[in-house]
Each structure stands twice: as structure tokens, then as C-alpha cells.
């Protein structure tokens, strides 16, 4: 059974602070990683997705892959109240395995 | 809007009826996927085409539940007999063979009273 385990929250960052978001998977085969925002009632938004060791950007994201650690995590950094929302991180298998999401609330 | 277009976006049923949902994936995409989503949880990999080949389904996809993608461009998703536990959102993605990443439709809220 593959995994997925986020802290499913809630996370309270101030607005402008780092928020930083974790993910561990159960599968050491997996090659890509996503992570998708989810405001409430909507359809998940891709955000990025890392295939890599390492770390990648995007504006004010990072995502962070350590295969050895089966971990991988999201930086958003100068976050706004519009980034409130739960954040899922999937892995592919055939199709995408979730996990339960954190729900992330910046504070004004 | 990714391009992922669904429907119905709600559907309310009584239980023991079936019920079926439409999905148009982005046009040049190959592959098509559904999911079904509770509250507080994750969405839940169901079943995914490759054109029109069905390619995987899930130990959750009971026999209840049929996806068909005929002419390997839109799908549908029947649920026959529909029970409470039915209730959830029900989302479409697509995706290029070869290329990974998956867009989401809007989703349909189905709720069996």
C-alpha cells in the first residue's frame, strides 16, 4: 500500500513569514512528486511538480525532493492571505497518490 | 480553468438510483483520470484511460462503478445503486502520455440522500 503523510494542520504563518510544508512517502520507487493547492470547495491547482534531488523554484515556491528520506516539502516564501488553502502533495504511481493535505492559514 | 471541463458540478440523488457524470478532458490530452474526494481527505485515485483503453482501476472502483472513454475523448463515470457513502466530489484530470503532470477539472459534488 503506498503512502503519502502530510500534518494535516492547521499551520497559522504570519503574513510576509516562510511557510513551510512537509511530505513523506512509503514508496522508495517513486519518481515524481507534486504538490497541488486546494482552496475550499475547488478542484486542486497544480503548483509543482520536482523530480530531482534537490530543490526547485518557481517565483515565490521551492520544492524540496530528498529521495534517501522519502521527503519532500514546499517553501512559500513572503506568503499572503491568499495562499490560505490546503496544500496536498502527490506522488504517481498509475495515477496519483494523495495525501490528506495541510490546511495552511496566513495571518494578516 | 485548466481546460478540464465537467458536468454536472452538483448532483443530488436519492439512494438506490444510478447516477453518471461527464468529464471533457484538455483536447490533446491522451490520458484521463478520476478521483473521488471526501472531506478532509485527499482525492483517491479511481480508474485512468489511455485513449480509449482503460488501464488501471482501483480495489476502491466497486462493482457499482463503470468509466467508459469510447472514442478516447470524453468519459463518463456511472455509479449503479447509488448508496450514502457515494457522497463525495468526483474529479477528471488529464494528462499527455509522457508528460506527468495532471490538470484537474472543477469536479462534481454528488450528494445521495
Known amino acids: 500500500q503506498k503512502e503519502v503523510e502530510q500534518n494535516s494542520g492547521p499551520l497559522s504563518v504570519p503574513e510576509g513569514a516562510i511557510a513551510s510544508l512537509n511530505c513523506t512517502y512509503s514508496d522508495r520507487g517513486s519518481q515524481s512528486f507534486f504538490w497541488y493547492r486546494q482552496y475550499s470547495g475547488k478542484s486542486p491547482e497544480l503548483i509543482m511538480s520536482i523530480y530531482s534531488n534537490g530543490d526547485k523554484e518557481d517565483g515565490r515556491f521551492t520544492a524540496q525532493l530528498n529521495k534517501a528520506s522519502q521527503y519532500v516539502s514546499l517553501l512559500i516564501r513572503d506568503s499572503q492571505p491568499s495562499d490560505s488553502a490546503t496544500y496536498l502533495c502527490a506522488v504517481l504511481a498509475d495515477g496519483l497518490t494523495f495525501g490528506k493535505g495541510t490546511h495552511l492559514i496566513i495571518q494578516p | 480553468d485548466t481546460g478540464v471541463s465537467q458536468d454536472p458540478r452538483h448532483k443530488i440523488t436519492k439512494r438506490g438510483q444510478n447516477v453518471t457524470f461527464r468529464c471533457d478532458p484538455i483536447s490533446e490530452h491522451n490520458r484521463l483520470y478520476w478521483y473521488r474526494q471526501t472531506l478532509g481527505q485527499g482525492p483517491e485515485f479511481l480508474t485512468y484511460?489511455?485513449?480509449?483503453?482503460?488501464?488501471?482501476k482501483s480495489r476502491l472502483l466497486s462493482d457499482r462503478f463503470s468509466a467508459e472513454r469510447p472514442k478516447g475523448s470524453f468519459s463518463t463515470l456511472e455509479i449503479q445503486r447509488t448508496e450514502q457513502g457515494d457522497s463525495a466530489m468526483y474529479l477528471c484530470a488529464s494528462s499527455l502520455a509522457g508528460a506527468e503532470t495532471q490538470y484537474f477539472g472543477p469536479g462534481t459534488r454528488l450528494l445521495v440522500l
Open positions: 484511460f489511455q485513449n480509449e483503453a482503460q488501464l488501471e
